[in-house]
Structure formats: C-alpha cells, structure tokens
C-alpha cells in the first residue's frame, strides 16, 4: 500500500495548531482534522453526537474516547484523506495515541509531531481575542491577524464569532486537562523519534516558516505555494 503523510500537532489550547495545520494543508494538499472543528459542527447542526459532545466541551473536558476514535476513524477513510491527513486536536491522551497507531501502520504510520510550544500567558492573550468563521471555521485574532472587514471572514464572508469554550474559566479547564491528559504524548512520540519542536512566540508567517523547515528535516516535503514565507 502506498504510504501517506500523517502529521499530529501538538500544543497548549491556543498555541495555534488550528492557524498552523490550516496553512501546511493547502501546501501538502491533505485535509486539515481538527475534532475540536468536527465536534463544532456537530453542535451546531444539533447532531446526536454534537449533542453528546456538548456538555464535555463546555467543561473543557475531554469528550470520551470510544467516540472521538471511531469518529477519526471515520473520517481517515474518506477520500479527501487517500494521501494522509494533519491531525490537529487529536490524537489527546495515550488510548487515542495507540489508536492512532494503528489506524496509520498499514500505511507507514504517523510521519511527525510538531509541538507549538508557547506561554501559557501567551496562549491566554491569543485564545481571548479569537474569532471563527461560523461559515468555514478560519481562524483569526482581532489584534494579531484581524480579518480585512471586522466581524466578517476574508475568505467567505461569513460572520465572525467567539467560541463558547473561550470563557477564562472553560480555558483554565482545558489548560489543565491538556498538562493532565495530553502533556504524556510529548514523551510518547519523542521516544519514537518523531516529535519536532517549534518556536511558537512569533509571527504566523515565522512560525510556518520553521515549521515547514524542520518537517524538510524529517523528510516531509513541502511544495512551495502562493503565499509561502
Ligand atoms: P479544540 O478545538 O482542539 O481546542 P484546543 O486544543 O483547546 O485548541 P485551540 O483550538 O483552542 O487552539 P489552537 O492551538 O488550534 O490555536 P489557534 O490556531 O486557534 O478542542 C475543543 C474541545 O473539543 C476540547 O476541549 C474537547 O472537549 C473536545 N475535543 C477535541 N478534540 C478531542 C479529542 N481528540 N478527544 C476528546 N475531546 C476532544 O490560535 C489561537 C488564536 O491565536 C487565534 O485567534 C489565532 O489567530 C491566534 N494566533 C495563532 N498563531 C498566532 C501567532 N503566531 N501570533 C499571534 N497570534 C496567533
Ligand atoms: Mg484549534
Ligand atoms: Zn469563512
């Protein structure tokens, strides 16, 4: 079987795992998974699982694994995904990690982890001036990369809002469950020799930049595209 370029981002709630993946997925030409987004878009349309997911999310817990597993698995088979995927959000603890694993061995298995690493201060100032596209789920930040009309996506023009579980005391949760449950995952994939650092305390551009130079190193290639730092 031909093998595929899975990546899994790592990072603090904030770190920019979202603005990042977004990026390194048009370049890669490879879906962006974010089950946070899947989770999202369940809510909204009042779907069975969205409904389910809800009252983890607003707690900033975790939503549990049987779910959140089956659902990637769903969605890895889909043929957007033929080629790999970048998996932003999951997998979050070990279970969802081994699960992983196996779901990507019969293809060559997961390629690399960045972690974004930044403050958890500076993870606070991003999370509070976050705004999501209802529409399309971009992501922006009203001081550090404004949309070009307020309130409204560049992209679609869709209205611009703030997630529910950006609350301080929802984001305090979700800090802690990260250190709790997600934190081992930094181990985990350092002994498989996958995990790649990056400095998350720059600019967007800067960070994609690094990001794309230490995946080169890992023998991930990125195509030069439109708009590539
Ligand atoms: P999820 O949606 O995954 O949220 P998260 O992990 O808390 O991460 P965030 O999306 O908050 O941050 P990010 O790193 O993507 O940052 P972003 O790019 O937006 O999960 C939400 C919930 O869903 C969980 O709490 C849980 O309940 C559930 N869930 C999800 N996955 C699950 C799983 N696998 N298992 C169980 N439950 C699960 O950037 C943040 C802001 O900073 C933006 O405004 C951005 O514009 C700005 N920014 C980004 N980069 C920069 C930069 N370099 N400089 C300045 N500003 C920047
Ligand atoms: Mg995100
Ligand atoms: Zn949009």
Known sequence: MAKRTYLVFLGVPGAGKGTQAQ???QALEIPQISTGDIFRYNLKHETELGLLAKSYMERGELVPDAVTVRMVAERLGQP?????????????????AQALDGMTAPHGGVAAVPLIRVSDEEALRRITGRRVCRTCGAVYHVEFNPP?????CDLDGGELYQREDDRPETVRNRLYV?????????GYYFCKGLLVEIDGAQTIQAVQ???RAVLERKGV??????GTP
């Open 23 to 25: 990026l390194l997925a």
């Open 80 to 96: 957007d995904a033929a080629q790999g995927a970048i998996l932003d959000g999951f997998p979050r603890n070990l279970a969802q």
């Open 148 to 152: 070009r009309r307020p309130g409204l």
């Open 178 to 186: 990260y250190y709790k449950q997600t934190s081992p995952l930094i």
């Open 209 to 211: 930049a690094e990001l």
């Open 221 to 226: 290639q990125v195509p030069q595209t439109e």
